[in-house]
C-alpha cells in the first residue's frame, strides 16, 4: 500500500524559510509523479509543483515561482518543498501527493495518492 507522510511544517515569520518532506512507502516512486498542493479551508486545493520519478523533470505552478523549489532523495524515496520568503498568505495546509501514472500535472484530480498534510503558519 502506497503510504505518503509529510512532515517539516510549523510556525515561521514573514520573510522566513521552511522545508518540507514528504517520506514515500510500499510503492515503486521512480515510476510516480509526485506532486506538492497547498489548501486553505473554504478554497480548493493549489497546485504548486511537481516532479517526475526520476526526480530530473520539474513542473512549477505560479505560486511556486521564484519562492518554492521542489526535489528528490532517490536514494530515500523522500521529496522535498523548500520555501523562502514565506508570506502570510502562504499559510495553509500542504500535501504531496503522488500520480501513479507517471506523468507531471497541476490538476490535483489526477494525483490518486495523498499524504495527511501539514500545517505552514507564517506570522506577520
Known amino acids: 500500500q502506497v503510504q505518503l507522510v509529510e512532515s517539516g511544517g510549523g510556525l515561521v515569520q514573514t520573510g522566513g524559510s521552511l522545508r518540507l518532506s514528504c517520506a514515500g512507502s510500499?510503492?515503486?516512486?521512480?515510476?510516480?509523479?509526485m506532486g506538492w498542493f497547498r489548501q486553505v479551508p473554504g478554497k480548493e486545493r493549489e497546485f504548486l509543483a511537481s516532479?517526475?520519478?526520476?526526480?530530473?523533470?520539474?513542473y512549477d505552478g505560479d505560486s511556486a515561482k521564484g519562492r518554492f523549489t521542489i526535489s528528490k532523495d532517490n536514494t530515500k524515496n523522500t521529496y522535498y518543498l523548500q520555501m523562502n520568503s514565506l508570506k502570510p498568505e502562504d499559510t495553509a495546509v500542504y500535501y504531496c501527493?503522488?500520480?501513479?501514472?507517471?506523468?507531471?500535472?497541476?490538476?490535483?484530480?489526477?494525483?490518486?495518492?495523498w499524504g495527511q498534510g501539514t500545517q505552514v503558519t507564517v506570522s506577520s
Open positions: 501527493a503522488a500520480n501513479r501514472r507517471g506523468f507531471l500535472s497541476g490538476w490535483a484530480t489526477e494525483y490518486d495518492v
Open positions: 510500499g510503492g515503486t516512486f521512480n515510476l510516480y509523479a
Open positions: 516532479i517526475s520519478g526520476s526526480g530530473g523533470t520539474t
